[in-house]
């Protein structure tokens, strides 16, 4: 079964440095997403992506945020300089078409120190 | 504004009965719902899906009501399984690409 695949799964960083998320997404889906998970917490929206181009993001996706699909399979998720407020886990997400199922990956634990 | 949540932060059952999670939402705009299950240290995976256009929808043991009235969504588990234990969000969207998630009900199975 297809599945979307995140790397690495734990992260562990130091504040002010920048972070590269990777994730790919299952091969044929079009919508590309990258959701996060504050520990205890829901997940909140933060980017969403189409035809190599962001379609619309949240108010957490901020200047330090970045996303870029530099290949036919890869889907990134750069912060720049990152906060300790930043330490989550990462979800990253795809779709076919717009308002059907999401599949999820498994998540990267981003921990800022 | 937009707001998806839950009514009951932890729901405990024994081993084999039903149980019901619900959700409220309060867009009225929101024409997709999905429920999700997430397991301890997993990303969320999908468990079933609703259109507005639809009021009930079952899959293997799962099945989704909704109630557009009154803006409410509900999963019942069927004989409920050890390894049905997990946190459960429902997640809304409208005319846009995202998901707005609510804000999840532990479900822990007991024998």
């Known amino acids: 079964e297809p599945e979307v695949t995140q790397t690495p799964s734990h992260q562990v960083t130091q504040m002010g440095q920048e972070v590269i998320l990777r994730c790919v997404p299952i091969s044929n889906h079009l919508y590309f997403y990258w959701y996060r998970q504050i520990l205890g917490q829901k997940v909140e929206f933060l980017v969403s992506?189409?035809?190599?181009?962001?379609?619309?993001k949240s108010e957490i996706f901020d200047d330090q945020f970045s996303v870029e699909r530099p290949d036919g399979s890869n889907f990134t998720l750069k912060i720049r300089s990152t906060k300790l407020e930043d330490s989550a886990m990462y979800f990253c997400a795809s779709s076919r078409t717009v308002n059907t199922e999401a599949f999820f990956g498994q998540g990267t634990r981003l921990t800022v120190v | 504004g937009e707001s998806v949540g839950l009514h009951l932060p932890t729901l405990s059952v024994q081993e084999g009965d039903n149980s019901i999670i619900n959700c409220a939402y309060s867009?009225?705009?929101?024409?997709?719902f999905i429920w999700y299950k997430q397991e301890s240290g997993k990303g969320p995976q999908f468990i079933i899906d609703i259109r507005s256009n639809m009021d009930k929808r079952q899959g293997q043991r799962v099945t989704v009501l909704l109630n557009k009235t009154v803006k409410h969504l509900s999963l019942q588990i069927a004989a409920t399984q050890p390894g049905d234990s997990a946190v459960y969000f429902c997640a809304e969207t409208g005319n846009t690409d995202k998901l707005i998630f609510g804000t999840g009900t532990r479900l822990q199975v007991f024998p």
């Open positions: 992506f189409y035809n190599n181009e962001i379609s619309e």
């Open positions: 867009n009225s705009a929101s024409d997709y």
